[in-house]
Protein backbone atom coordinates (compact mmCIF):
# COMPACT_ATOMS: atom_id res chain seq x y z
CA UNK A 1 0.00 0.00 0.00
CA UNK A 2 1.14 3.24 -1.17
CA UNK A 3 -0.34 6.40 -0.01
CA UNK A 4 0.12 10.10 -1.01
CA UNK A 5 -1.48 13.46 0.85
CA UNK A 6 -4.28 10.86 1.55
CA UNK A 7 -5.98 12.35 4.51
CA UNK A 8 -3.68 13.04 7.71
CA UNK A 9 -1.00 11.41 5.28
CA UNK A 10 1.26 14.37 3.69
CA UNK A 11 3.56 12.78 1.42
CA UNK A 12 4.20 9.35 0.39
CA UNK A 13 3.85 6.77 2.91
CA UNK A 14 4.45 2.84 2.26
CA UNK A 15 3.25 -0.26 4.34
CA UNK A 16 3.96 -3.80 2.95
CA UNK A 17 2.24 -6.57 3.58
CA UNK A 18 3.81 -9.43 1.52
CA UNK A 19 6.78 -11.13 2.81
CA UNK A 20 4.96 -10.75 6.77
CA UNK A 21 3.86 -13.96 7.78
CA UNK A 22 0.28 -14.82 9.10
CA UNK A 23 -0.33 -13.05 12.38
CA UNK A 24 -1.92 -11.11 14.71
CA UNK A 25 -0.45 -7.53 14.27
CA UNK A 26 -1.65 -3.88 16.36
CA UNK A 27 -1.90 -0.66 14.87
CA UNK A 28 -1.91 1.94 17.70
CA UNK A 29 -1.59 5.39 17.45
CA UNK A 30 0.57 8.59 19.28
CA UNK A 31 -1.49 12.09 18.51
CA UNK A 32 1.62 14.30 19.42
CA UNK A 33 -0.10 17.66 18.40
CA UNK A 34 -2.69 17.12 21.20
CA UNK A 35 -1.60 14.39 23.24
CA UNK A 36 -4.94 14.44 25.65
CA UNK A 37 -6.58 12.38 23.00
CA UNK A 38 -3.66 10.07 23.38
CA UNK A 39 -3.85 7.26 20.30
CA UNK A 40 -7.39 9.00 18.99
CA UNK A 41 -7.48 11.01 15.73
CA UNK A 42 -3.39 9.76 15.00
CA UNK A 43 -4.70 8.54 11.81
CA UNK A 44 -4.51 4.79 12.58
CA UNK A 45 -8.24 4.23 10.61
CA UNK A 46 -6.38 6.07 7.33
CA UNK A 47 -4.75 2.76 6.75
CA UNK A 48 -8.06 0.59 5.83
CA UNK A 49 -9.52 4.02 4.43
CA UNK A 50 -7.21 3.99 2.26
CA UNK A 51 -7.00 0.61 0.94
CA UNK A 52 -10.66 1.05 1.14
CA UNK A 53 -10.98 4.29 -1.23
CA UNK A 54 -8.08 2.35 -3.55
CA UNK A 55 -10.83 -0.25 -4.58
CA UNK A 56 -14.29 1.35 -4.11
CA UNK A 57 -13.74 5.02 -4.32
CA UNK A 58 -14.99 5.98 -0.86
CA UNK A 59 -13.68 5.05 2.89
CA UNK A 60 -15.53 2.86 5.22
CA UNK A 61 -17.47 6.05 6.62
CA UNK A 62 -18.53 7.09 2.81
CA UNK A 63 -15.95 9.82 2.13
CA UNK A 64 -14.85 10.55 -1.29
CA UNK A 65 -13.48 13.27 -3.66
CA UNK A 66 -12.07 15.98 -1.89
CA UNK A 67 -13.04 14.76 1.99
CA UNK A 68 -9.76 11.95 1.64
CA UNK A 69 -7.53 14.52 0.45
CA UNK A 70 -4.89 16.34 3.24
CA UNK A 71 -6.52 19.02 5.04
CA UNK A 72 -3.40 21.41 4.63
CA UNK A 73 -2.35 20.39 1.00
CA UNK A 74 -3.90 20.90 -2.34
CA UNK A 75 -1.94 18.44 -3.59
CA UNK A 76 -2.94 15.22 -5.82
CA UNK A 77 -4.14 12.57 -3.80
CA UNK A 78 -2.81 9.44 -4.78
CA UNK A 79 -3.41 5.58 -3.24
CA UNK A 80 -1.76 2.45 -5.18
CA UNK A 81 -2.01 -0.76 -3.90
CA UNK A 82 -0.43 -4.10 -5.58
CA UNK A 83 -2.98 -7.06 -5.05
CA UNK A 84 -3.51 -10.90 -6.37
CA UNK A 85 -6.95 -11.92 -7.77
CA UNK A 86 -7.50 -15.21 -9.14
CA UNK A 87 -4.21 -15.91 -9.85
CA UNK A 88 -3.24 -12.48 -12.10
CA UNK A 89 -1.26 -9.42 -10.06
CA UNK A 90 -2.39 -6.37 -10.05
CA UNK A 91 -1.60 -2.57 -9.46
CA UNK A 92 -3.91 -0.60 -8.95
CA UNK A 93 -3.56 3.90 -9.04
CA UNK A 94 -6.57 5.78 -7.58
CA UNK A 95 -6.29 9.69 -8.01
CA UNK A 96 -7.99 12.56 -7.24
CA UNK A 97 -7.60 15.80 -8.64
CA UNK A 98 -7.74 15.15 -11.27
CA UNK A 99 -9.78 11.57 -10.68
CA UNK A 100 -8.26 8.77 -12.50
CA UNK A 101 -8.41 4.94 -11.99
CA UNK A 102 -5.37 3.38 -13.39
CA UNK A 103 -5.11 -0.63 -13.28
CA UNK A 104 -1.65 -3.14 -14.45
CA UNK A 105 -2.28 -6.70 -15.00
CA UNK A 106 0.63 -8.48 -14.72
CA UNK A 107 3.44 -5.67 -14.80
CA UNK A 108 1.86 -5.24 -18.44
CA UNK A 109 0.62 -1.62 -19.48
CA UNK A 110 -1.06 0.81 -17.44
CA UNK A 111 -5.16 1.12 -18.45
CA UNK A 112 -8.24 3.36 -17.50
CA UNK A 113 -10.71 1.10 -15.91
CA UNK A 114 -14.05 2.30 -14.97
CA UNK A 115 -15.66 1.78 -11.16
CA UNK A 116 -17.38 -1.81 -12.20
CA UNK A 117 -14.88 -3.50 -14.06
CA UNK A 118 -12.63 -3.10 -10.90
CA UNK A 119 -15.32 -4.16 -8.48
CA UNK A 120 -15.69 -7.49 -10.77
CA UNK A 121 -11.80 -8.07 -10.43
CA UNK A 122 -11.99 -7.62 -7.12
CA UNK A 123 -15.03 -10.17 -6.47
CA UNK A 124 -16.25 -8.12 -4.34
CA UNK A 125 -18.66 -5.39 -3.65
CA UNK A 126 -18.37 -2.93 -1.44
CA UNK A 127 -20.99 -3.52 1.25
CA UNK A 128 -19.25 -7.42 0.99
CA UNK A 129 -15.76 -6.01 1.34
CA UNK A 130 -16.85 -4.39 4.69
CA UNK A 131 -18.62 -7.27 6.11
CA UNK A 132 -15.50 -9.64 5.39
CA UNK A 133 -12.51 -8.05 5.21
CA UNK A 134 -12.58 -4.56 6.89
CA UNK A 135 -14.54 -3.96 9.73
CA UNK A 136 -14.50 -0.44 10.03
CA UNK A 137 -15.56 1.41 13.80
CA UNK A 138 -18.47 2.89 13.01
CA UNK A 139 -19.45 0.49 10.37
CA UNK A 140 -22.18 -1.70 11.48
CA UNK A 141 -21.26 -5.12 11.86
CA UNK A 142 -23.55 -8.47 10.29
CA UNK A 143 -25.86 -8.89 13.44
CA UNK A 144 -26.29 -5.07 13.57
CA UNK A 145 -28.79 -5.26 10.01
CA UNK A 146 -31.93 -5.40 10.17
CA UNK A 147 -33.59 -9.11 9.39
CA UNK A 148 -34.32 -7.48 5.78
CA UNK A 149 -30.53 -6.35 5.08
CA UNK A 150 -28.81 -9.47 6.75
CA UNK A 151 -31.24 -11.61 4.14
CA UNK A 152 -30.02 -9.03 1.05
CA UNK A 153 -26.35 -9.49 1.95
CA UNK A 154 -27.35 -12.90 1.82
CA UNK A 155 -28.61 -12.98 -1.39
CA UNK A 156 -25.87 -10.65 -3.40
CA UNK A 157 -23.37 -13.41 -1.52
CA UNK A 158 -25.28 -16.15 -2.65
CA UNK A 159 -26.45 -14.85 -6.27
CA UNK A 160 -29.82 -16.27 -4.91
CA UNK A 161 -31.79 -13.85 -7.83
CA UNK A 162 -30.72 -16.18 -10.73
CA UNK A 163 -32.80 -19.16 -9.11
CA UNK A 164 -35.88 -16.95 -9.59
CA UNK A 165 -35.44 -15.93 -12.65
CA UNK A 166 -34.60 -19.60 -13.57
CA UNK A 167 -38.47 -20.34 -12.13
CA UNK A 168 -39.86 -17.59 -13.58
CA UNK A 169 -38.43 -18.82 -16.80
CA UNK A 170 -39.44 -22.36 -16.40
CA UNK A 171 -42.78 -20.92 -15.50
CA UNK A 172 -42.79 -19.20 -19.15
CA UNK A 173 -41.54 -22.61 -21.06
CA UNK A 174 -44.44 -24.14 -19.03
CA UNK A 175 -47.38 -21.71 -20.33
CA UNK A 176 -45.55 -22.18 -23.83
CA UNK A 177 -45.51 -25.95 -23.54
CA UNK A 178 -48.96 -25.89 -22.35
CA UNK A 179 -50.17 -23.69 -25.00
CA UNK A 180 -48.50 -26.34 -27.45
CA UNK A 181 -50.11 -29.07 -25.81
CA UNK A 182 -53.37 -27.80 -25.88
CA UNK A 183 -52.74 -27.09 -30.03
CA UNK A 184 -52.10 -30.65 -30.94
CA UNK A 185 -54.88 -32.35 -28.75
CA UNK A 186 -57.06 -30.14 -30.82
CA UNK A 187 -54.80 -31.24 -33.96
CA UNK A 188 -55.75 -34.78 -33.02
CA UNK A 189 -58.93 -34.66 -32.79
CA UNK A 190 -59.73 -33.17 -35.97
CA UNK A 191 -57.42 -35.56 -37.13
CA UNK A 192 -59.39 -38.68 -35.47
CA UNK A 193 -62.51 -37.04 -37.20
CA UNK A 194 -60.84 -37.27 -40.69
CA UNK A 195 -59.87 -41.01 -39.41
CA UNK A 196 -63.22 -41.74 -38.69
CA UNK A 197 -64.36 -40.37 -42.18
CA UNK A 198 -61.44 -42.25 -44.37
CA UNK A 199 -63.43 -45.45 -42.48
CA UNK A 200 -67.04 -44.32 -43.47
CA UNK A 201 -65.21 -43.98 -46.88
CA UNK A 202 -64.04 -47.05 -47.11
CA UNK A 203 -66.74 -48.80 -46.02
CA UNK A 204 -69.16 -46.64 -48.17
CA UNK A 205 -67.04 -47.58 -51.11
CA UNK A 206 -66.72 -51.12 -50.37
CA UNK A 207 -70.93 -51.37 -49.76
CA UNK A 208 -71.27 -49.43 -52.76
CA UNK A 209 -68.94 -52.00 -54.96
CA UNK A 210 -70.94 -54.94 -52.94
CA UNK A 211 -74.10 -54.08 -52.15
CA UNK A 212 -77.60 -53.42 -54.28
CA UNK A 213 -79.85 -49.89 -54.09
CA UNK A 214 -81.87 -51.31 -51.48
CA UNK A 215 -79.07 -51.51 -49.40
CA UNK A 216 -77.88 -48.29 -50.11
CA UNK A 217 -81.24 -46.82 -49.52
CA UNK A 218 -81.22 -48.47 -46.05
CA UNK A 219 -77.77 -47.17 -45.38
CA UNK A 220 -78.74 -43.45 -46.69
CA UNK A 221 -81.75 -44.12 -44.06
CA UNK A 222 -79.26 -44.59 -40.85
CA UNK A 223 -76.86 -41.65 -42.34
CA UNK A 224 -79.25 -39.54 -42.38
CA UNK A 225 -80.66 -40.42 -38.72
CA UNK A 226 -77.33 -40.13 -37.80
CA UNK A 227 -76.42 -36.93 -39.28
CA UNK A 228 -79.42 -35.66 -37.57
CA UNK A 229 -78.17 -36.57 -34.44
CA UNK A 230 -74.86 -35.30 -35.34
CA UNK A 231 -76.30 -32.01 -35.89
CA UNK A 232 -79.18 -31.92 -32.43
CA UNK A 233 -75.90 -32.79 -30.75
CA UNK A 234 -73.63 -30.09 -32.33
CA UNK A 235 -76.87 -27.51 -31.81
CA UNK A 236 -76.70 -28.87 -27.77
CA UNK A 237 -73.07 -28.24 -27.73
CA UNK A 238 -73.19 -25.05 -29.37
CA UNK A 239 -76.08 -23.67 -27.39
CA UNK A 240 -73.70 -24.98 -24.07
CA UNK A 241 -70.85 -23.06 -25.07
CA UNK A 242 -72.85 -20.08 -25.96
CA UNK A 243 -74.43 -20.18 -22.72
CA UNK A 244 -71.26 -20.87 -20.63
CA UNK A 245 -69.13 -18.06 -22.91
CA UNK A 246 -71.76 -15.40 -21.81
CA UNK A 247 -71.67 -17.12 -17.94
CA UNK A 248 -67.68 -17.15 -18.20
CA UNK A 249 -68.08 -13.06 -19.46
CA UNK A 250 -70.80 -12.51 -16.71
CA UNK A 251 -68.22 -13.93 -14.09
CA UNK A 252 -65.46 -11.91 -15.02
CA UNK A 253 -67.14 -8.97 -15.07
CA UNK A 254 -68.51 -10.21 -11.62
CA UNK A 255 -64.96 -10.74 -10.36
CA UNK A 256 -63.80 -7.95 -11.65
CA UNK A 257 -66.67 -5.65 -9.84
CA UNK A 258 -65.89 -7.34 -6.05
CA UNK A 259 -62.40 -6.77 -6.71
CA UNK A 260 -63.15 -2.89 -7.71
CA UNK A 261 -65.10 -2.73 -4.45
CA UNK A 262 -62.53 -4.44 -2.50
CA UNK A 263 -59.86 -1.19 -3.87
CA UNK A 264 -62.46 0.74 -2.58
CA UNK A 265 -62.84 -0.60 1.19
CA UNK A 266 -58.99 -0.42 1.54
CA UNK A 267 -59.15 3.15 0.34
CA UNK A 268 -61.91 3.73 2.27
CA UNK A 269 -60.18 1.85 5.35
CA UNK A 270 -57.39 3.71 4.45
CA UNK A 271 -58.81 7.21 4.87
CA UNK A 272 -60.25 5.69 7.95
CA UNK A 273 -57.57 5.02 9.94
CA UNK A 274 -55.69 8.23 8.81
CA UNK A 275 -58.51 9.98 9.72
CA UNK A 276 -58.31 8.59 13.38
CA UNK A 277 -54.84 9.23 13.65
CA UNK A 278 -55.91 12.88 13.17
CA UNK A 279 -58.39 13.02 16.07
CA UNK A 280 -56.38 11.09 18.07
CA UNK A 281 -53.33 13.86 17.77
CA UNK A 282 -55.93 16.68 17.95
CA UNK A 283 -57.18 14.82 21.65
CA UNK A 284 -53.76 14.57 22.75
CA UNK A 285 -53.45 18.71 22.44
CA UNK A 286 -56.65 18.93 23.75
CA UNK A 287 -55.23 16.86 27.02
CA UNK A 288 -52.48 19.17 27.27
CA UNK A 289 -54.56 21.98 27.08
CA UNK A 290 -56.94 20.39 30.12
CA UNK A 291 -53.67 19.45 32.01
CA UNK A 292 -52.40 23.30 31.67
CA UNK A 293 -55.69 24.51 32.48
CA UNK A 294 -55.78 22.22 35.76
CA UNK A 295 -52.87 23.13 36.77
CA UNK A 296 -53.41 26.80 36.39
CA UNK A 297 -56.34 26.01 38.59
CA UNK A 298 -54.28 24.49 41.78
CA UNK A 299 -52.04 27.22 41.50
CA UNK A 300 -54.64 30.06 41.52
CA UNK A 301 -56.03 28.29 44.67
CA UNK A 302 -53.04 27.99 46.34
CA UNK A 303 -52.42 31.56 45.99
CA UNK A 304 -52.87 33.43 49.88
CA UNK A 305 -53.38 36.93 49.99
CA UNK A 306 -50.14 38.09 48.04
CA UNK A 307 -48.94 37.34 44.17
CA UNK A 308 -45.63 35.13 44.00
CA UNK A 309 -45.23 37.41 40.36
CA UNK A 310 -45.31 40.81 41.37
CA UNK A 311 -46.05 40.58 45.28
CA UNK A 312 -49.10 42.65 45.14
CA UNK A 313 -52.19 41.76 47.32
CA UNK A 314 -54.67 39.98 45.56
CA UNK A 315 -58.25 39.84 46.95
CA UNK A 316 -60.17 36.48 47.35
CA UNK A 317 -63.39 37.72 45.06
CA UNK A 318 -60.50 38.40 42.28
CA UNK A 319 -58.93 34.75 42.65
CA UNK A 320 -62.04 32.98 42.37
CA UNK A 321 -63.18 35.63 39.76
CA UNK A 322 -59.80 34.26 37.28
CA UNK A 323 -60.64 30.46 38.82
CA UNK A 324 -64.38 30.35 37.56
CA UNK A 325 -62.80 32.28 34.40
CA UNK A 326 -60.30 29.21 33.87
CA UNK A 327 -62.60 26.89 34.76
CA UNK A 328 -65.25 28.04 32.08
CA UNK A 329 -62.50 27.31 29.54
CA UNK A 330 -60.88 24.40 31.07
CA UNK A 331 -65.12 23.00 30.34
CA UNK A 332 -64.96 23.80 26.82
CA UNK A 333 -61.77 22.08 26.55
CA UNK A 334 -63.20 19.00 27.99
CA UNK A 335 -66.33 19.02 25.97
CA UNK A 336 -64.02 19.13 23.02
CA UNK A 337 -62.17 15.80 24.45
CA UNK A 338 -65.68 13.90 24.41
CA UNK A 339 -66.27 15.31 20.47
CA UNK A 340 -62.99 13.80 19.74
CA UNK A 341 -63.93 10.77 21.72
CA UNK A 342 -66.96 10.25 19.75
CA UNK A 343 -65.41 11.26 16.98
CA UNK A 344 -63.06 8.03 17.00
CA UNK A 345 -65.43 6.06 18.36
CA UNK A 346 -67.47 6.34 15.72
CA UNK A 347 -64.23 5.96 12.87
CA UNK A 348 -63.56 2.97 14.59
CA UNK A 349 -66.78 1.11 14.44
CA UNK A 350 -67.41 2.57 11.20
CA UNK A 351 -63.64 0.62 10.48
CA UNK A 352 -64.56 -2.21 11.88
CA UNK A 353 -67.75 -2.57 9.48
CA UNK A 354 -65.93 -2.01 6.52
CA UNK A 355 -63.14 -4.50 7.64
CA UNK A 356 -65.95 -7.21 7.79
CA UNK A 357 -67.42 -6.19 4.32
CA UNK A 358 -63.64 -6.22 3.45
CA UNK A 359 -63.19 -9.79 4.43
CA UNK A 360 -66.95 -10.91 3.07
CA UNK A 361 -65.52 -9.09 -0.11
CA UNK A 362 -62.44 -11.48 -0.29
CA UNK A 363 -64.10 -14.71 0.34
CA UNK A 364 -67.28 -13.88 -2.56
CA UNK A 365 -63.99 -13.03 -4.56
CA UNK A 366 -62.51 -16.53 -3.44
CA UNK A 367 -65.89 -18.14 -4.23
CA UNK A 368 -66.17 -16.41 -7.88
CA UNK A 369 -62.74 -17.34 -9.18
CA UNK A 370 -63.35 -20.78 -8.00
CA UNK A 371 -66.77 -21.05 -10.20
CA UNK A 372 -64.47 -19.08 -12.56
CA UNK A 373 -62.17 -21.86 -13.02
CA UNK A 374 -65.28 -24.83 -13.10
CA UNK A 375 -66.74 -23.24 -16.05
CA UNK A 376 -63.50 -21.99 -17.89
CA UNK A 377 -63.10 -26.02 -17.71
CA UNK A 378 -66.58 -26.71 -18.95
CA UNK A 379 -66.12 -24.68 -21.91
CA UNK A 380 -62.53 -26.18 -22.85
CA UNK A 381 -63.95 -29.71 -22.94
CA UNK A 382 -66.77 -28.46 -24.98
CA UNK A 383 -64.66 -26.91 -27.69
CA UNK A 384 -62.64 -30.49 -28.06
CA UNK A 385 -66.46 -32.12 -28.24
CA UNK A 386 -67.68 -29.84 -30.58
CA UNK A 387 -64.77 -30.04 -32.96
CA UNK A 388 -64.88 -33.58 -33.23
CA UNK A 389 -68.82 -33.56 -33.81
CA UNK A 390 -67.80 -31.28 -36.10
CA UNK A 391 -65.28 -33.34 -38.17
CA UNK A 392 -68.58 -36.17 -37.71
CA UNK A 393 -70.98 -34.19 -39.76
CA UNK A 394 -68.78 -33.59 -42.32
CA UNK A 395 -68.21 -37.21 -42.35
CA UNK A 396 -71.48 -38.06 -42.46
CA UNK A 397 -73.34 -35.15 -45.06
CA UNK A 398 -70.23 -36.55 -47.67
CA UNK A 399 -71.80 -40.27 -47.10
CA UNK A 400 -75.89 -38.86 -47.47
CA UNK A 401 -74.91 -37.41 -50.60
CA UNK A 402 -72.70 -40.35 -51.72
CA UNK A 403 -75.85 -42.50 -51.01
CA UNK A 404 -78.10 -39.94 -52.48
CA UNK A 405 -76.04 -40.04 -56.05
CA UNK A 406 -76.32 -43.41 -56.65
CA UNK A 407 -72.61 -44.05 -57.98
CA UNK A 408 -71.13 -47.95 -57.68
CA UNK A 409 -67.69 -47.15 -56.29
CA UNK A 410 -64.84 -49.59 -57.82
CA UNK A 411 -62.08 -51.56 -56.28
CA UNK A 412 -59.86 -48.80 -56.92
CA UNK A 413 -62.04 -46.39 -54.47
CA UNK A 414 -61.49 -48.32 -51.94
CA UNK A 415 -57.67 -48.82 -52.43
CA UNK A 416 -57.45 -44.98 -52.59
CA UNK A 417 -59.21 -44.95 -49.81
CA UNK A 418 -56.90 -47.19 -47.87
CA UNK A 419 -53.55 -45.42 -49.51
CA UNK A 420 -55.20 -41.99 -47.93
CA UNK A 421 -55.26 -43.75 -44.38
CA UNK A 422 -52.37 -44.83 -43.96
CA UNK A 423 -51.22 -41.17 -44.72
CA UNK A 424 -53.07 -40.14 -41.44
CA UNK A 425 -52.26 -43.24 -39.75
CA UNK A 426 -48.72 -41.66 -39.82
CA UNK A 427 -49.32 -38.25 -39.63
CA UNK A 428 -51.62 -39.25 -36.30
CA UNK A 429 -48.51 -41.43 -34.93
CA UNK A 430 -46.59 -38.16 -35.81
CA UNK A 431 -49.19 -35.84 -33.50
CA UNK A 432 -49.66 -38.65 -30.79
CA UNK A 433 -45.36 -39.04 -30.31
CA UNK A 434 -45.47 -34.86 -30.60
CA UNK A 435 -47.91 -34.89 -27.81
CA UNK A 436 -46.16 -37.56 -25.43
CA UNK A 437 -42.61 -35.21 -26.10
CA UNK A 438 -44.65 -32.12 -25.14
CA UNK A 439 -45.81 -33.43 -22.14
CA UNK A 440 -42.68 -34.95 -21.06
CA UNK A 441 -41.47 -31.25 -21.25
CA UNK A 442 -44.45 -29.36 -19.46
CA UNK A 443 -44.02 -32.12 -16.56
CA UNK A 444 -40.01 -31.30 -16.67
CA UNK A 445 -40.66 -27.52 -16.61
CA UNK A 446 -44.14 -27.55 -14.38
CA UNK A 447 -41.62 -29.63 -11.65
CA UNK A 448 -38.53 -27.18 -12.18
CA UNK A 449 -40.87 -24.30 -11.53
CA UNK A 450 -40.72 -25.01 -7.68
CA UNK A 451 -37.41 -26.73 -8.28
CA UNK A 452 -35.41 -23.87 -8.97
CA UNK A 453 -36.85 -22.65 -6.21
CA UNK A 454 -35.84 -25.47 -3.48
CA UNK A 455 -32.66 -25.58 -4.77
CA UNK A 456 -32.43 -21.56 -3.92
CA UNK A 457 -33.16 -22.75 -0.48
CA UNK A 458 -31.45 -25.50 -0.47
CA UNK A 459 -28.40 -23.33 -1.41
CA UNK A 460 -29.69 -20.94 1.88
CA UNK A 461 -29.76 -23.50 3.96
CA UNK A 462 -26.07 -24.52 3.48
CA UNK A 463 -25.08 -21.21 4.11
CA UNK A 464 -26.64 -20.53 7.21
CA UNK A 465 -25.51 -23.75 8.61
CA UNK A 466 -22.08 -22.87 7.79
CA UNK A 467 -22.62 -19.64 9.05
CA UNK A 468 -24.25 -20.96 12.51
CA UNK A 469 -21.26 -23.35 12.46
CA UNK A 470 -18.89 -20.61 12.36
CA UNK A 471 -19.98 -18.08 14.62
CA UNK A 472 -20.84 -20.98 17.34
CA UNK A 473 -16.96 -22.01 16.62
CA UNK A 474 -15.82 -17.79 16.90
CA UNK A 475 -18.37 -17.49 20.35
CA UNK A 476 -16.31 -20.53 21.82
CA UNK A 477 -12.81 -18.89 21.34
CA UNK A 478 -14.66 -15.40 22.19
CA UNK A 479 -15.07 -16.94 26.14
CA UNK A 480 -18.57 -17.92 25.49
CA UNK A 481 -18.07 -21.79 25.19
CA UNK A 482 -21.91 -22.80 26.47
CA UNK A 483 -23.29 -20.56 24.37
CA UNK A 484 -24.95 -20.92 20.52
CA UNK A 485 -26.66 -19.08 17.92
CA UNK A 486 -28.87 -20.65 15.72
CA UNK A 487 -30.10 -18.71 12.31
CA UNK A 488 -33.01 -18.99 10.19
CA UNK A 489 -33.61 -17.40 6.96
CA UNK A 490 -35.78 -18.27 3.87
CA UNK A 491 -38.16 -21.42 4.06
CA UNK A 492 -41.50 -22.59 1.85
CA UNK A 493 -44.84 -23.01 3.27
CA UNK A 494 -47.58 -25.60 3.26
CA UNK A 495 -48.94 -23.93 0.05
CA UNK A 496 -45.21 -23.74 -1.46
CA UNK A 497 -44.60 -20.14 -1.29
CA UNK A 498 -41.74 -18.42 0.25
CA UNK A 499 -41.52 -16.92 3.71
CA UNK A 500 -38.74 -14.82 3.96
CA UNK A 501 -37.22 -13.60 6.78
CA UNK A 502 -34.13 -13.87 8.76
CA UNK A 503 -33.41 -14.37 12.34
CA UNK A 504 -31.16 -14.85 14.65
CA UNK A 505 -31.85 -16.72 18.18
CA UNK A 506 -28.97 -16.86 21.11
CA UNK A 507 -28.99 -20.11 23.09
CA UNK A 508 -27.41 -18.78 26.43
CA UNK A 509 -27.38 -20.65 29.90
CA UNK A 510 -30.13 -18.24 30.83
CA UNK A 511 -32.36 -19.50 28.25
CA UNK A 512 -32.97 -18.91 24.86
CA UNK A 513 -33.41 -14.90 23.09
CA UNK A 514 -33.34 -12.99 20.29
CA UNK A 515 -30.08 -11.24 19.35
CA UNK A 516 -31.63 -8.06 20.13
CA UNK A 517 -32.05 -8.70 23.47
CA UNK A 518 -28.35 -8.67 24.74
CA UNK A 519 -26.60 -5.93 25.41
CA UNK A 520 -23.16 -5.29 26.89
CA UNK A 521 -19.92 -7.11 26.59
CA UNK A 522 -22.23 -10.01 25.73
CA UNK A 523 -23.25 -8.35 22.73
CA UNK A 524 -19.61 -6.97 21.28
CA UNK A 525 -18.87 -10.73 21.40
CA UNK A 526 -21.89 -11.81 19.88
CA UNK A 527 -21.34 -9.01 17.10
CA UNK A 528 -17.75 -10.30 16.64
CA UNK A 529 -18.42 -13.82 16.15
CA UNK A 530 -20.86 -12.94 13.44
CA UNK A 531 -18.86 -10.81 11.87
CA UNK A 532 -16.27 -13.22 11.87
CA UNK A 533 -18.65 -16.42 10.75
CA UNK A 534 -19.98 -13.87 8.13
CA UNK A 535 -16.68 -13.15 6.43
CA UNK A 536 -15.62 -16.84 6.36
CA UNK A 537 -19.24 -17.54 4.20
CA UNK A 538 -18.67 -14.66 2.09
CA UNK A 539 -14.76 -15.40 1.37
CA UNK A 540 -16.30 -19.51 0.51
CA UNK A 541 -18.85 -18.30 -1.62
CA UNK A 542 -17.20 -15.89 -3.55
CA UNK A 543 -14.05 -18.18 -3.81
CA UNK A 544 -11.53 -15.45 -2.40
CA UNK A 545 -8.83 -16.49 -0.02
CA UNK A 546 -7.72 -13.07 1.60
CA UNK A 547 -4.55 -13.05 3.42
CA UNK A 548 -5.67 -9.31 5.33
CA UNK A 549 -8.43 -8.67 7.93
CA UNK A 550 -8.29 -5.67 9.54
CA UNK A 551 -10.83 -4.71 12.40
CA UNK A 552 -11.09 -1.12 13.71
CA UNK A 553 -11.47 -0.71 17.75
CA UNK A 554 -13.02 -4.02 18.25
CA UNK A 555 -12.28 -4.41 21.96
CA UNK A 556 -15.25 -1.94 22.81
CA UNK A 557 -17.51 -2.53 25.21
CA UNK A 558 -14.81 -5.71 26.74
CA UNK A 559 -13.16 -5.56 29.97
CA UNK A 560 -9.38 -6.90 30.06
CA UNK A 561 -10.41 -10.77 30.32
CA UNK A 562 -12.98 -10.33 27.29
CA UNK A 563 -9.59 -8.68 25.44
CA UNK A 564 -7.23 -10.87 25.89
CA UNK A 565 -10.05 -13.20 24.89
CA UNK A 566 -10.55 -11.86 21.32
CA UNK A 567 -7.02 -11.47 20.93
CA UNK A 568 -6.04 -14.92 21.23
CA UNK A 569 -9.28 -15.97 19.19
CA UNK A 570 -8.29 -13.34 16.49
CA UNK A 571 -4.01 -14.95 17.13
CA UNK A 572 -5.59 -18.32 15.86
CA UNK A 573 -7.83 -17.37 13.24
CA UNK A 574 -4.84 -15.92 11.74
CA UNK A 575 -2.73 -19.09 11.98
CA UNK A 576 -5.55 -21.19 11.03
CA UNK A 577 -6.52 -19.05 8.28
CA UNK A 578 -3.08 -18.34 6.96
CA UNK A 579 -3.33 -14.92 7.15
CA UNK A 580 -2.73 -11.45 8.56
CA UNK A 581 -5.05 -9.76 11.04
CA UNK A 582 -4.96 -5.92 12.01
CA UNK A 583 -6.82 -4.60 15.20
CA UNK A 584 -6.82 -1.33 15.02
CA UNK A 585 -6.53 0.32 18.59
CA UNK A 586 -6.49 4.07 20.40
CA UNK A 587 -4.77 2.00 23.48
CA UNK A 588 -1.42 0.42 23.29
CA UNK A 589 -2.73 -3.37 24.41
CA UNK A 590 -0.59 -5.51 26.28
CA UNK A 591 -0.59 -8.87 24.61
CA UNK A 592 2.21 -11.54 24.16
CA UNK A 593 1.09 -13.00 20.63
CA UNK A 594 1.27 -10.17 18.96
CA UNK A 595 3.36 -10.98 15.22
CA UNK A 596 4.60 -6.71 15.13
CA UNK A 597 3.46 -3.47 15.95
CA UNK A 598 2.48 -0.53 13.45
CA UNK A 599 2.36 2.67 15.03
CA UNK A 600 0.73 5.84 13.62
CA UNK A 601 2.48 9.23 15.10
CA UNK A 602 1.09 12.45 14.81
CA UNK A 603 3.14 15.84 14.91
CA UNK A 604 2.59 18.96 13.29
CA UNK A 605 -0.75 18.18 11.69
CA UNK A 606 0.77 14.88 9.84
CA UNK A 607 0.68 11.35 10.35
CA UNK A 608 3.62 8.83 9.68
CA UNK A 609 4.44 5.22 9.88
CA UNK A 610 6.77 3.73 12.44
CA UNK A 611 7.34 0.07 13.05
CA UNK A 612 8.76 -3.08 11.63
CA UNK A 613 9.08 -3.20 8.04
CA UNK A 614 6.55 -1.24 7.45
Known amino acids: LVLENFQSFSGKHELRFRGKSPGLYLICGDNQDEPKLGGNGAGKSTIINAITWALYGKTLRGLKASNIRTWSSEETVKVSLEFVSFGVHYTLNRHWNPVRLELMRDMNKKEIVTQEELEDIIGLSYEQYSLSIAHGQFNRMFLDLSPAEKLTVFGSVLNLDRWLECSDKASTYTKTYHSKLEGLEREKAFISGRMEE ?152 AEQVERSVLEELSNQLREVTLEYNTLYTEVSSLKVNLAREESKKLYLEQKVLELSQDIVVDNEDVEAAKR ?153 RAIIENKQIYIIDHRSLEFGGFSGRINVIKTQGASSLYGVDI
Not at 220 to 247: M, P
Not at 428 to 457: A, P
Request: with cysteine; glycine share 6%; charged share 30%.
Open 198 to 349: IDGAIERAETKRDKNREFRAQELGKANTELESCLRTIAGFSTKLAADSVGLANIQVKRDEISGLIKEKQVAITTMVDEKKDFEREKRVLEADDKKYRDEIIRLRQMVGTCSLCYQNVPHEHIRTVVDAVQAQRKEVIALIAQVMTAINDISS
Open 420 to 572: NKTKFIAKLDGIKHSIEEVGRYLDTYGWWVKGFKRVRLGIINGAINRLTLDINNSLASLGLPSWTVQCSAEKETKSGTISKEFNIMVNSPSGQFPWEAWSGGETQRLRLAGAMGLANTILDFKGIKSNVEFYDEPTNFLDEEGIVMLLTALQN
